[in-house]
């Protein structure tokens, strides 16, 4: 089967540092990517690790371990506005090569506090 | 540039009937994707069309179809509508698969709810 692990939810405080961990176990893989989505909105892509290591965009980084099945998304000084639910999504690989498919977990709903 | 859009926003239905949702990509897009997303769930793919055909398909019966039109859009036509087809609709585009970086492109939604 396919399934991708996160924590429900995580509560932190403005300025903070929080970490969204995600495990996955699917049939194919080529990459795993990032989405932050409001309330009420449309996800919004945020990172994206082919290879293992650190991707750095501003104040998000996301890393990989292939060999572990695991990558986590990590948020630095965070801000009132990082409230929102946080999706890791793998990228599958076919036959024919890369995909456009994304498998989603079920998402990580954080909590920004004064 | 616009972004990807969707209607309607807002579909209310009842069992039984049928409805179609709309989605224009990103400019200088070609892959439409849709996916569905209950309450508290992560999106599941429902399938993708490129060059007017469908590409790919996820776990979801016949009742879901779609097409793509020469300009791109696209629609998704669900058939025979259960309680448990309320959910949120998302149209994503992108570019040929294989392009670096990978980003897909979801549009705002089209809440639909089955009584």
Not at chain 1, 16 to 43: E, K, R
Not at chain 1, 86 to 98: D, N, Q
Not at chain 2, 77 to 101: E, F, K, Q, W
Request: aromatic fraction near 12%; hydrophobic fraction near 30%.
């Amino acid at each position: 089967g396919q399934s991708l692990e996160q924590p429900s939810e995580v509560t932190a405080v403005e300025g903070a540092i929080v970490q969204i961990n995600c495990t996955y176990q699917t049939s194919g893989f080529y990459g795993l990517s990032w989405y932050q989505q409001h309330d009420g909105g449309a996800p919004t892509f945020l990172s994206y690790n082919a290879l293992d290591g650190l991707e750095e965009t501003g104040r998000f980084s996301s890393f990989l371990s292939r060999s572990d099945s695991y990558g986590y998304l990590l948020l630095q000084e965070l801000q009132m506005k990082d409230s929102a639910s946080y999706f890791c999504a793998v990228r599958e690989i076919s036959r024919g090569g890369a995909t456009n498919k994304l498998i989603f977990g079920t998402g990580t709903l954080l909590a920004v506090q004064p | 540039d616009a972004g990807v859009t969707q209607s309607p926003t807002h579909l209310i239905k009842t069992r039984g009937q049928q409805v179609t949702l709309r989605c224009s990509p990103k400019s200088g897009h070609d892959t439409v994707s849709w996916y569905q997303q209950a309450l508290g769930q992560g999106p599941q793919f429902i399938f993708q069309y490129y060059e007017e055909e469908e590409r790919q398909r996820g776990n979801f019966p016949d009742r879901f179809s779609g097409h793509q039109f020469p300009n791109y859009s696209s629609e998704l036509n669900v058939n025979a509508l259960l309680l448990g087809d309320s959910a949120l609709y998302l149209c994503a585009s992108s570019s040929l698969p294989g392009l670096a970086p990978d980003t897909q492109y979801f549009g705002p939604g089209t809440r639909l709810t089955v009584l």
